[in-house]
Nanobody
Framework: QLQASGGGLVQAGGSLRLSCAAS????????MAWYRQPPGKERELVAS???????EYADAVKGRFLISRDNAKITVYLQMNSLKPEDTAVYYC????????????WGQGTLVTVSS
């Protein structure tokens, strides 16, 4: 019910924009977020945005990544600039409803590879 797109191969210093659109019976979404899982590592939060537009970023991406969303389309974006090889990971979008304390919906993941 969440479809992520926009991943690919990019050189260090380049940019990519990820998109994640919801479909089907998804209602009353509060927080939308991006997570990533680097090769051989645990999944980690990259950025999140609440419906009221407050945001949270991992320290590793502050100043380089920007999360945004379109509430009418239930879509979340991640603009990634100044990419580094350590940003290489599978990126997942996630959404949490207003009545939940966990992420109820997950996208399938999109691979971002940053070459040095």
């Amino acid at each position: 019910q969440l479809q992520a797109s926009g991943g690919g191969l990019v050189q260090a210093g380049g940019s990519l924009r990820l998109s994640c659109a919801a479909s089907g019976n998804i209602f009353s979404i509060n927080i939308m977020a991006w997570y990533r899982q680097p090769p051989g590592k645990e999944r980690e939060l990259v950025a999140s945005m609440a419906s009221g537009r407050s945001t949270e970023y991992a320290d590793a991406v502050k100043g380089r990544f920007l999360i945004s969303r379109d509430n009418a389309k239930i879509t979340v974006y991640l603009q990634m600039n100044s990419l580094k090889p350590e940003d290489t990971a599978v990126y997942y979008c996630a959404a949490r409803s207003v009545v939940s304390n966990k992420y109820d919906y997950w996208g399938q993941g999109t691979l971002v590879t940053v070459s040095s």
